[in-house]
Each structure stands twice: as structure tokens, then as C-alpha cells.
């Protein structure tokens, strides 16, 4: 299973670090994904990075800004956000699937969230 942390309150223009533990499981052979889902609104993916690192990928709204890295010998994953907007607030979510997609729906694991919240 999945555990998120790092969700809290931030200002505009702020940073947080989202971290992600795998446990009971294999890591080090998926590719890991955030995700984010705000109040109302669909479930929408942020980032994706593949087993080795050499591959990640970003949505649009977050590149720039946002960095996905893994630390496989820890079975971690994170995602550093840096200049949030109030846009960003979500509960966000961390999965993983075989091959780094953009498709949720191709995921087959995930955590239960980490709520972060942006205010200006």
C-alpha cells in the first residue's frame, strides 16, 4: 500500500513537499504518479515518473514548477511543489502502474490522499 504525507496549509507563493511510502510491496519496478482531485472536479493527473527516473512527466498547469523525484532503496516517491497557487488545493494522490501514463484509470494501486490547501 500507498502512504502519503507533506499536505497542509501554504500561502501563495509558496512550497511543500508531498512524500509517498510503498510498503508490503514491489517499488522499484513501477513507475509512480500524482494525481489531485479538488472539490467537485474530476480526478487529474499531475505527474509521472518511471521506475529508473528517466523518465517523468508533467501536466501543463505544474511544469515548472512542480518536481517529481523517487528514491527506490527507501520506496519513495515525492513531488516538490514550489510557487503554489490557490488553484493547486486538492487532495492529492500518489499511484502506481507498470509504465508511466497520464490515465489514471491505468493505475493500479494508490494511496488514500493528502489534503493540500492554498490560500492567497
Known amino acids: 500500500q500507498l502512504v502519503e504525507s507533506g499536505g497542509g496549509w501554504v500561502q501563495a507563493g509558496g512550497s511543500l513537499r508531498l512524500s509517498c511510502v510503498a510498503s508490503?510491496?514491489?517499488?522499484?519496478?513501477?513507475?509512480m504518479g500524482w494525481f489531485r482531485q479538488a472539490p467537485g472536479k474530476e480526478r487529474e493527473f499531475v505527474a509521472t515518473i518511471s521506475w529508473n527516473s528517466e523518465t517523468t512527466r508533467y501536466a501543463d498547469s505544474v511544469k515548472g514548477r512542480f518536481t517529481i523525484s523517487r528514491d527506490n532503496a527507501e520506496k519513495t516517491v515525492f513531488l516538490q511543489m514550489n510557487n503554489l497557487k490557490r488553484e493547486d488545493t486538492a487532495v492529492y494522490y500518489c499511484a502506481g502502474a507498470r509504465t508511466p501514463y497520464y490515465s489514471a484509470a491505468l493505475y493500479e494501486f494508490w494511496g488514500q490522499g493528502t489534503q493540500v490547501t492554498v490560500s492567497s
Open positions: 508490503g510491496r514491489t517499488f522499484g519496478g513501477y513507475a
